[in-house]
């Protein structure tokens, strides 16, 4: 079983920057993929950027450019670092761990959420 916790989010000023983190801990062997998904008022969710173990990274080309995925083995933690954030940005930013290990299976999850709002 895998619990994410995000923060980072909030409000700032087009331009700007945020980082968001999210923190994986539980009972698993390994997570193999890491990611962030946003998802804006009457829009679907989407992809904005993932990880995966050996630092492959892939990202939307929306975000192409301005925001840059890490992660951190030792903590569990995956990072989005946003930069030159435009107000189409503004979501709830959703941290996913995929392909997690947990024992002879392999499970999928989902953090609760957190909101960026990018306005002047």
């Known amino acids: 079983q895998v619990q994410l916790v995000e923060s980072g989010g909030g409000l700032v000023q087009p331009g700007g920057s945020l980082r968001l983190s999210c923190a994986a801990s539980?009972?698993?062997?390994?997570?193999?993929?890491m990611g962030w998904y946003r998802q804006a008022p009457g829009k679907q969710r989407e992809l904005v950027a993932r990880?995966?173990?050996?630092?492959?990274?892939n990202y939307a080309d929306s975000v192409k450019g301005r925001f840059t995925i890490s992660r951190d083995n030792a903590k569990n933690t995956v990072y989005l670092q946003m930069n030159s954030l435009k107000p189409e940005d503004t979501a709830v930013y959703y941290c996913?761990?995929?392909?997690?290990?947990?024992?002879?299976?392999?499970?999928?999850?989902w953090g609760q959420g957190t909101q960026v709002t990018v306005s002047s």
């Open positions: 990880i995966i173990s050996g630092g492959y990274t």
């Open positions: 996913n761990a995929d392909r997690v290990q947990l024992g002879s299976r392999f499970q999928n999850y």
């Open positions: 539980g009972n698993f062997f390994s997570i193999n993929v």
